[in-house]
């Protein structure tokens, strides 16, 4: 997950746009009225769990995701949920929902999936619910062997410190901390890295245990200790959570080391061909891309030795807390924008964004408190990855999307392209370009968020995991508070979204997406028949599946009036869009075959017809 409104930023954007004041000082940007200390707390995130027994389980239960919304903005009702502490009491409550023939997900205490995985059902069936959060107590490093066997539901910003601690470092990690070790590795989640084993966590992983259902004979549900040699392992170190509830993960680890990190912000010009070399040259390296400025910033990323002077720290400006009203401002603004038709406002945000990130280097901290310079050079474990907003307790600030304050609401697309053939990735580019081209200020929107964000990940054995090296591309966008509220420029991020998932043959990120970018998926996946084998072969009476998984990975949905404006369809008729409000479905600017909700009186519009 990246987003980018930030405790910093958003003080400037306020002061630009809505006109609230501004205290600065040399350390620390101050709303006017908060503690001066107050850029260090944060407003925990919610159990995403909620009973009506008051959060014990037993009650009916609702499942929601970190964001507050499903894609289908239905809620997820659970009949009951458990907490087990250890191993053996996870198998019993996987025996539970077998004996009883219930329908069973597994959820963290962070739930940062878009796609609707974790829910068990639609409610009008039996279901259980199993969470993590209390599972998070043991890790056991291997010095001698370089691994680490760590409990599924332990965060990873633990596993990181108590590995670093013992003078070893965890090589692959996403971006954002707020994620459990089971979760990082069932949705195939990655950092940026097309060296070693590459910036996919599961491509790290040695070896798994997993409880799941088995005969009567044998209680109803048995562990099984998946080695690095066994075959199942490439259809468990991705799983989705289809194939059983995974309990332990082993991780292969390095002795410990530094990263030197620089961000060169330039023109976009031969981005197209610059993507492939800078991500063979660098090992951590990316790319930030800001379409309506011209903007592309290269992320030079590389490891040193463990004694290189440094302490630098990287605490992304978008995971770090934010004021409440800060939040709220801010997506009272975005709205306006929105109401009023008008780009500018987007791209006035979207220019203060770029500025203030070259500025403040993108949350790099040379010694653990400012910038000072580049490079920044620090321990592994303070450079790859980050998320204050998550700790502390005070309650005037946040992470920016806690849904409890209606702070910002957005979309994540994010699409995996094979990057053997360097005219795919490359195509997918200049096609942006040229829809970028026909007006720069409606690419703003996305500028204002993060851009699009590349990054890379090597080819791996998982059957759900990318069977050649590939480069993923990330981007955030608007989402209405209400579904059937259009969105400025809905099209072009329509149009963008059906190029990567259909033009060029993109897969979608497992655990991030709107349901169109699934269509097809199974197709895509050389290995994906092995896998169902697998999990008929594990799970055979399904009870790890349901309505949802089975959507997301085998297709069909009935097409509703106002489906295409949350990505649940692709228009193909204008009571998919919204005619009363003026969208219409249409073909796409660019690529032609794409098919689009576009406001009638835009000037792309006219000219179109």
């Not at 500025?355 to 303070?382: C, E, H, R």
């Not at 370009?433 to 590349?454: Q, T």
Request: charged share 20%; hydrophobic share 35%.
């Amino acid at each position: 997950m990246i987003i980018i409104i930030m405790p910093h930023i958003t003080l400037i954007l306020l002061w630009l746009i809505v006109g609230i004041p501004i205290i600065i000082n040399p350390t620390t940007w101050i709303w006017t009225g908060s503690d001066p200390g107050s850029v260090a707390l944060a407003m925990v995130p919610p159990n995403p769990i909620q009973c009506n027994d008051g959060g014990g389980g037993g009650g009916d239960c609702t499942l929601s995701n970190s964001y507050g919304a499903w894609g289908d903005r239905k809620d997820c009702h659970v009949l009951n949920v458990t907490y087990p502490k250890n191993e053996e009491e996870l198998r019993l409550a996987v025996a539970h929902a077998n004996r009883n023939k219930l329908k069973l997900k597994v959820v963290s205490k962070f739930s940062h999936t878009i796609p609707k995985l974790a829910c068990p059902g639609s409610g009008e069936g039996p279901n259980f619910l199993i969470s993590t959060k209390n599972y998070d107590s043991g890790i056991e490093i291997d010095t001698k062997n370089m691994a680490v066997t760590v409990d599924s539901g332990v965060g990873l910003r633990r596993l990181i410190d108590e590995v670093e601690r013992v003078g070893l470092s965890l090589v692959a990690a996403p971006y954002w901390e707020g994620v459990s070790v089971g979760g990082i590795i069932s949705t195939g989640a990655h950092g940026s890295s097309w060296w070693g084993k590459g910036g996919a966590v599961h491509d790290h992983v040695i070896g798994v245990s997993m409880v799941v259902p088995a005969k009567p004979s044998e209680g109803y549900a048995k562990i099984i200790r998946i080695e690095a040699n066994d075959p199942l392992l490439d259809a468990a170190k991705v799983s989705l959570g289809l194939l059983g509830v995974i309990s332990k993960v082993k991780l292969s680890v390095e002795k410990g080391f530094k990263r030197s990190i620089r961000y060169n912000f330039t023109e976009d010009g031969g981005i197209e061909e610059r993507w492939f070399e800078h991500g063979k040259k660098n090992e951590f390296g990316d790319i930030t891309w800001y379409p309506s400025k011209h903007i592309a910033v290269y992320r030079y990323d590389n490891r040193v030795p463990l004694n290189a002077s440094g302490d630098g720290t990287f605490d992304f400006i978008g995971f770090q807390p934010n004021s409440l009203l800060i939040s709220k401002t801010i997506r009272a603004t975005e709205k306006a924008i929105e109401n009023s038709g008008n780009s500018k406002g987007k791209c006035a945000m979207a220019a203060t964004v770029v500025g203030y990130k070259k500025l403040s280097a993108n949350g790099l901290k040379n010694n653990g408190v400012i910038f000072t310079g580049y490079p920044v050079v620090g321990p592994q474990a303070k450079m790859q990855t980050s998320g204050t907003c998550l700790y502390a307790t005070r309650n005037d600030l946040s992470c920016a999307w806690d849904p409890r304050i209606n702070g910002l609401f957005f979309y994540e697309t994010t699409a995996i392209f094979p990057a053997n053939n360097l005219v795919t990735f490359t195509n997918f580019i200049n096609d942006v370009k040229k829809l970028r081209d026909l007006n720069p200020e409606n690419f703003c929107g996305v500028d204002a968020y993060n851009g699009f964000l590349i990054r890379f990940i090597k080819a791996s054995t998982a059957y759900l995991g990318q069977t050649v090296d590939s480069v993923v591309v990330d981007f955030n966008y608007y989402r209405a508070s209400d579904a059937l509220t259009p969105r400025l420029n809905q099209d072009l991020w329509e149009e963008v979204e059906q190029m990567a998932f259909f033009k060029y043959g993109a897969k979608p990120h497992w655990a991030k997406n709107r349901n169109l970018a699934f269509l097809g998926v199974k197709d895509k996946y050389p290995s994906f028949g092995k896998f169902v084998e697998k999990r008929k072969e594990l799970d055979p009476e399904n009870i790890f599946s349901s309505e949802f998984s089975d959507e997301l990975l085998f297709g069909s949905r009935e097409k509703k009036d106002g489906c295409a404006l949350e990505g649940q369809c692709v228009c193909s008729e204008d009571r998919h869009c919204r005619p009363d409000k003026g969208y219409f479905c249409q073909q796409g600017l660019v690529y032609k075959e794409a098919r689009v909700c576009r406001f009638a009186h835009s000037s792309l519009f006219q000219n179109q017809i």
